[in-house]
C-alpha cells in the first residue's frame, strides 16, 4: 500500500532526522551525482564526477539544512513554502548552471551542450530527492537517467540517420538551406 512508503510518513518521522539518516541522504545524493558524473566523464563532456556529485551534494544539503527545524513541524504551512522555496531557488540557481555548458555555434546553427545541462538539472533533482528521501522516487529517477544517457543515446544516432537523410530532402536541414541560400 502506498501509505506504508517511508516518504508518506508523518511529519514529525520525516523531518526530524537523527545524524545517521542525515548523512545516509548527504551520501546517497554525492554517490548518485558521482554515478552520473563518470557517465559524463567518460563520453568526454564538460560536467565530469565532481562536478555532479558537488551539485547533488549542494542541492541536498540546503534541501536538508531548510528542512531540519524542529519548529517548523507543528506548521504545515510554513513547511510547505520553505520546501517550495528550495525547490524553486535550487533548481532555478542549477539553471545557471546549466546555461553555463550550452555552447551555441552561430556559423555552423548548432547548439551543443544541452544533454550536460539537463544531467546537471537532473542531478540537483535527485540531491533534493534524496535530501527528501524520497527513496523510490530516487531509484526509478537514477535508472531513467541512466536510460536516457546509455540506452536512448545509439537508439537517437540511428534515428537521425534514419530520419536526417529525408530532411535534407525536404529543406529542413540547415546546412541545405545555407546551400540553397
Known sequence: MLTDLPYFA???????????????????????????????DVNGKPTGMRTLALVALGAAVVSVVAVHFQDMIDHPD???????????????????????????????????????????????????????????????????????LIVLKPIEVLLVRLIGAGDAENGDNPEHRKAQG
Open 10 to 40: 508523518t511529519a514529525e518521522k520525516y523531518f526530524d532526522i537523527g545524524i545517521i539518516d542525515m548523512v545516509a541522504r548527504l551520501c546517497a545524493a554525492t554517490v548518485i551525482g558521482m554515478m552520473i558524473g563518470l557517465n559524463r
Open 78 to 148: 510554513a513547511l510547505s513554502r520553505v520546501v517550495q522555496g528550495i525547490l524553486q531557488g535550487v533548481l532555478t540557481g542549477i539553471g545557471f548552471i546549466g546555461a553555463g555548458v550550452i555552447l551555441r555555434q552561430p556559423k555552423s546553427m548548432s547548439v551543443s551542450g544541452l544533454t550536460t545541462a539537463a544531467t546537471v538539472w537532473i542531478t540537483a533533482a535527485l540531491g533534493i530527492a534524496c535530501a527528501l528521501a524520497a527513496w523510490h522516487i530516487v531509484v526509478i529517477a537514477t535508472v531513467l537517467t541512466f536510460i536516457v
